[in-house]
Each structure stands twice: as structure tokens, then as C-alpha cells.
């Protein structure tokens, strides 16, 4: 389901799982990322080399009904869904998922 994807991703992002928050990833959002460990591990003089996940930096993010009310599946067919968060005093932020390999992933704007 959908909510039930978003949900975890936003919990896990609000606990900074980014090995988690990785699975909830599609694969063009995983391969940038992927490009942009790359391009740092060849910059970087010392230190161990990032993996994709490590590049993310979500700071605060809506996790609990404490912020926000419900997650509302706005519509969905078999390639994407749309999604809101409805906070409290009724407004809403707006979510797309689309389903790749059989799964719900999100796409973020890198």
C-alpha cells in the first residue's frame, strides 16, 4: 500500500535510518546518489570512502500525527500513486510514488 510506504519512509528518515530510508528509493533517485558518492570519493583526500545513502540529508521531516493528521491516497493506478499528508489545520503536502520492480518507490528532486 502506498500510505503504508510513505509512512515508513518518513519515520525512518525522522530517525536518520538512511540505510533504510534507502530502500524506499527508486533506482534513478539510488543512482544519483551513487554518482554523487562517486564523485566525492574521488575528490576526497583522507577518509573512508561514502556509499549512496550516506550523501542524504533530510533534516526535519513530517514522522508522527503529532505534525500531521493521515496520509491520504489521492488516486493510484499500476505505475504511480498520489499521495497527501494532511496536516492538522487541513492543508496538505503532495506526494508521488511510482511502482518499479513491484514495489512503491519514491523519487526525490536531487
Given at each position: 500500500d502506498p500510505r503504508t510506504v510513505l509512512s515508513g519512509f518518513l519515520t525512518d528518515a525522522e530517525y536518520q535510518d538512511m540505510a533504510n530510508v534507502w530502500e524506499y528509493l527508486s533506482a534513478e533517485t539510488r543512482q544519483k546518489l551513487d554518482q554523487m558518492a562517486s564523485a566525492?570519493?574521488?575528490?576526497?583526500?583522507?577518509?573512508?570512502?561514502?556509499?549512496?545513502?550516506?550523501?542524504?540529508?533530510?533534516?526535519?521531516?513530517l514522522s508522527s500525527t503529532r505534525e500531521y493528521r493521515k496520509i491520504e491516497l489521492v488516486s493510484s493506478d499500476d505505475t504511480s500513486a498520489v499521495l497527501h499528508i494532511i496536516l492538522h489545520d487541513e492543508t496538505y503536502k503532495t506526494v508521488t510514488l511510482h511502482r518499479e520492480e513491484g514495489r512503491w518507490a519514491i523519487d526525490l528532486p536531487i
Open positions: 566525492f570519493n574521488a575528490s576526497a583526500e583522507n577518509g573512508s570512502p561514502r556509499k549512496g545513502y550516506e550523501m542524504l540529508r533530510t533534516g526535519h521531516l
